[in-house]
Nanobody, 123 residues
Framework: VQLQASGGGLVQAGDSLRLSCAVFGGFSRNYVMGWFRQAQGKEREFVAAIRRSGHITNYADSVTGRFTISRDNSKNTVSLQMNSLNPEDTAVYYC?????????????????WGPGTLVTVSS
């Protein structure tokens, strides 16, 4: 299974951005999908995750109410809608897939990772 994230870029504080992740070599419906991010000099951290069916989601406190994760299993894609962005959201964002059946927030519980896409939010 290969993952490819896209949609990153440079935006201003308060703007919105939508990230997408395409799943290749497998069916996205077989995986819990998650988004993580890593800011320069910091550890990779959990952002959001969505269960296989899409009915259950989980978010980090720092993005709750601003970010929305969704999935379209018919297109093998997962998206992250990011609103009200602020400079603290600047990071490389990674898409990940887990063979688990429950929503997870630890990096060690994900089996596949994409190369990441950079999001930069200017003040």
């Amino acid at each position: 299974v290969q993952l490819q994230a896209s949609g990153g870029g440079l935006v201003q504080a308060g703007d919105s951005l939508r990230l997408s992740c395409a799943v290749f070599g497998g069916f996205s419906r077989n995986y819990v999908m998650g988004w993580f991010r890593q800011a320069q000099g910091k550890e990779r951290e959990f952002v959001a995750a969505i269960r296989r069916s899409g009915h259950i989601t989980n978010y980090a406190d720092s993005v709750t109410g601003r970010f929305t994760i969704s999935r379209d299993n018919s297109k093998n894609t997962v998206s992250l809608q990011m609103n009200s962005l602020n400079p603290e959201d600047t990071a490389v964002y990674y898409c990940a897939a887990s063979r688990s059946t429950v929503v997870l927030s630890a990096t060690s519980q994900y089996d596949y990772w994409g190369p990441g896409t950079l999001v930069t939010v200017s003040s």
